[in-house]
């Protein structure tokens, strides 16, 4: 039979591990894996130089394993930073950007990255960036436009 190839294995070998690593569900079956190849007698080093982990990885999920069983190889919570807008902001923001920015004393007539950065501050006291606050728009709907110059009506 003839052996087949994939073309630019090396690449290929690395964008198989970044997918691989990408869901819970894939980096559960990859640790599996891991221990399925330890089990079947490979030693850690060999498991991972094959899965294309470390050592002292493979190491630390057979350990689990040990300890814990099949749960020991599921992914903990990773929470993350916590966020600095509550649902509460979020409402209130959404609900100010339907008024003019004037109402909240801010020198400009339409809502903008830096305006909206400017209301948060004042608001909540919580710093947002420019782009921050133009991610804001888009997730709250609004799209920004430029608004049109009004040409003056002849008498």
């Not at 300890?67 to 209130?92: C, N, Q, V, W």
């Not at 830096?114 to 609004?142: D, H, P, T």
């Amino acid at each position: 039979m003839k052996q087949l190839n994939i073309s630019d294995a090396e690449t290929m070998v690395l964008a198989l591990q970044d997918e691989i690593r990408r869901s819970q569900e894939a980096r559960y079956d990859h640790r599996l894996h891991a221990i399925l190849l330890v089990a079947q007698g490979l030693s850690c080093p060999d498991a991972a130089r094959l899965l294309g982990d470390s050592t002292r990885t493979v190491q630390y999920w057979v350990n689990r394993f040990e300890e814990m069983g099949f749960a020991g190889l599921a992914d903990s919570d990773r929470p993350g930073r916590t966020k600095k807008l509550t649902e509460y902001h979020i409402e209130e923001i959404n609900n100010a950007l339907r008024r003019s920015p004037r109402e909240f004393n801010l020198t400009t007539n339409t809502w903008n990255g830096k305006a909206l950065s400017e209301f948060i501050k004042n608001q909540f006291n919580v710093e947002f960036s420019v782009r921050q606050c133009q991610r804001l728009f888009r997730q709250l709907g609004f799209r920004f436009r430029k608004p049109r110059p009004v040409i003056a009506k002849s008498g």
